[in-house]
């Protein structure tokens, strides 16, 4: 198989463009309207009792502008913060770009955070207003008088007494916005990480971030002008918020946006009716969709033409079942909430199953020890990012040691272990806490959740350390069965067996557990931290 372009020749070649002064809001928004095209649809939109809506870009830039025209009236200028706690609403985005026309920084949140991790955000930040929807406004209400900065609740719906109607404001506010000069190098929005240490870290990003994220747009998600993007997860995390949002509409390409629960086979029916033909998501919602009986041959997916996955290591099983079934190849991503995505597979590349690709153009990336010492190819590290990267955040909010401690020798070391082969494709190995240290052997998590998902009875699995009074630690495995399959101690030994004969046999989990579901963040990464922690008092079915 051969490349489609020259990797080496396109990384030497690329130069990132960064003006002095950008505003994400404009070029995300008003650049299309000036350039012609105010008519194409920027946001096709559907909820799940069927209703449907869509918006021109020159729609969203007159909304948006009103938007942000409200917030200036509520006495919020540049610099100032405000959080979305909202479904998959189009108000997300009008309110999301209005509030980048005029300097303004939001701030996305889950709609499931409960009430004191509310409160933390907004006091963490500073935030002054919160945007959400009458279902979740109850935890607003319950905190805010916890909240010294918050002065104003907006709702996109019924306000109660003491909240501000979304629509209301907006009737009252003027189409014409004279936006604020911005620079590249301000900040434009905050992303709250999910970690599994301490509270979570609000990672703020420049307005440049959404440049330095072109190349993504160009070989990993492979964008073209007429392309309906889409996300099966919701815009609250920033691989969803780029790549279903900023980034294509900085280019002009129009997104689907479905606000429901997620459902394998109703995305198969949106994926026909929107013509999507660039599908964006994450390995559980691919896993899902690949589970689903029946589906082939009963919906037209011709449009379909890229996949691309993210938020957890993709196993080479979903990868062959995927392009098997439906025609596609998944595109693996890796990044995290301080740098989106840098390493990829790309279409023109050789994919390598299990592997997460290669370095971007534009991106440099290398393999270091704690200390920033480059690794040679071969080696196992910690993956590391040039300092100076356009797509690098800013730092964490108010927390500068925590955000010295990611730097070293002029690196931002992500955290993420990975092994650099010697044809330089990158293999992710776990995160530094997720590293299982058993009999003095160093086992990645993902190797063995690999080796696992290869047999036919598992959906999905998690592997940790789990304390043994002889070894230590062992390892164990959580593991959410595929339908038509009962557990029991039998089909614990043939797994275990089966897994002996994929990888090392001190690989193999010596522990395993059957569940219905595996804890995981909004992002849909596997919370091995929380299956940690239980095992320190839990019981296992050993082998």
């Given at each position: 198989m051969t490349w489609d372009w020259d990797y080496q020749a396109e990384c030497e070649k690329w130069e990132w463009r960064i003006p002095a002064y950008y505003n994400v809001g404009y070029d995300c928004v008003d650049k299309h309207v000036r350039l012609g095209k105010k008519d194409k649809v920027a946001l096709y939109w559907e909820n799940e009792a069927g209703e449907e809506r869509r918006f021109t870009f020159g729609d969203m830039q007159a909304l948006s502008n009103r938007f942000g025209n409200v917030l200036r009236g509520l006495g919020l200028k540049k610099g100032d913060r405000f959080l979305l706690r909202m479904p998959n609403l189009p108000e997300f985005q009008m309110a999301f770009i209005g509030g980048l026309?005029?300097?303004?920084?939001?701030?996305?949140?889950?709609?499931?955070?409960?009430?004191?991790?509310?409160?933390?955000?907004?006091?963490d930040s500073g935030a002054s207003v919160i945007i959400t929807v009458p279902q979740y406004a109850a935890e607003v209400a319950e905190i805010r008088d916890q909240c010294h900065s918050l002065r104003h609740v907006i709702v996109v719906g019924e306000p109660e007494r003491d909240q501000l109607s979304f629509w209301d404001l907006m009737a009252r506010a003027s189409e014409k916005l004279r936006g604020v000069a911005t620079r590249a190098e301000d900040l434009a929005l905050i992303c709250y990480t999910s970690g599994t240490t301490g509270s979570p870290k609000g990672a703020t990003h420049a307005h440049r971030y959404v440049i330095g994220n072109d190349s993504a747009s160009q070989y990993w998600q492979a964008l073209e002008e007429d392309d309906i993007v889409s996300h099966a997860s919701d815009l609250n995390w920033i691989y969803a918020i780029g790549q279903s949002f900023l980034f294509p509409w900085r280019q002009g390409v129009s997104v689907f946006l479905y606000q429901g629960r997620f459902n394998p086979e109703k995305w198969f029916h949106l994926l026909e009716k929107y013509r999507v033909t660039n599908l964006a998501g994450v390995p559980t919602a691919y896993r899902m969709m690949a589970a689903a009986g029946g589906v082939e041959g009963k919906y037209d997916l011709g449009a379909l033409r890229h996949c691309i996955s993210a938020g957890e290591p993709l196993n080479p099983e979903l990868f062959y079942e995927w392009r098997e079934r439906f025609g596609h190849e998944l595109y693996d991503g890796l990044g995290m909430t301080e740098v989106n995505v840098y390493i990829s597979n790309m279409k023109g590349m050789p994919i390598q199953p299990g592997s997460c690709g290669r370095p971007m153009p534009g991106h440099i990336c290398t393999i270091t020890n704690e200390d920033g010492q480059e690794l040679s190819p071969g080696s196992t590290g910690i993956l590391a990012v040039k300092a100076d990267d356009p797509g690098v955040f800013l730092g964490y909010w108010n927390k500068p040691e925590e955000t010295a401690s990611l730097y070293r020798n002029g690196w931002l070391l992500t955290g993420d272990i990975c092994l650099k082969a010697d044809d330089d494709y990158y293999w992710f190995k776990g995160?530094?806490?997720?590293?299982?240290?058993?009999?003095?052997?160093?086992?990645?998590?993902?190797?063995?959740?690999?080796?696992?998902?290869?047999?036919?009875?598992?959906?999905?699995?998690?592997?940790?350390?789990?304390?043994?009074?002889?070894?230590?630690?062992?390892?164990?495995?959580?593991?959410?069965?595929?339908?038509?399959?009962?557990?029991?101690?039998?089909?614990?030994?043939?797994?275990?067996?089966?897994v002996k004969g994929h990888i090392a046999a001190y690989k193999y989990p010596r522990a395993i557990e059957f569940v219905t579901e595996l804890p995981k963040t909004q992002s849909g990464k596997i919370m091995r931290k929380l299956l940690r922690e239980a095992e320190s008092g839990g019981t296992s079915n050993r082998g």
């Open positions: 026309k005029i300097g303004a920084v939001p701030i996305p949140s889950s709609v499931m955070f409960k009430s004191h991790e509310i409160a933390y955000r907004i006091n995160r530094d806490d997720d590293l299982i240290m058993s009999s003095g052997y160093r086992i990645s998590p993902f190797e063995v959740e690999s080796a696992v998902a290869k047999h036919p009875a598992v959906l999905e699995s998690a592997a940790v350390a789990s304390p043994d009074p002889v070894r230590g630690v062992i390892v164990k495995s959580f593991v959410v069965l595929r339908e038509d399959h009962e557990p029991g101690p039998s089909l614990i030994k043939e797994i275990q067996e089966f």
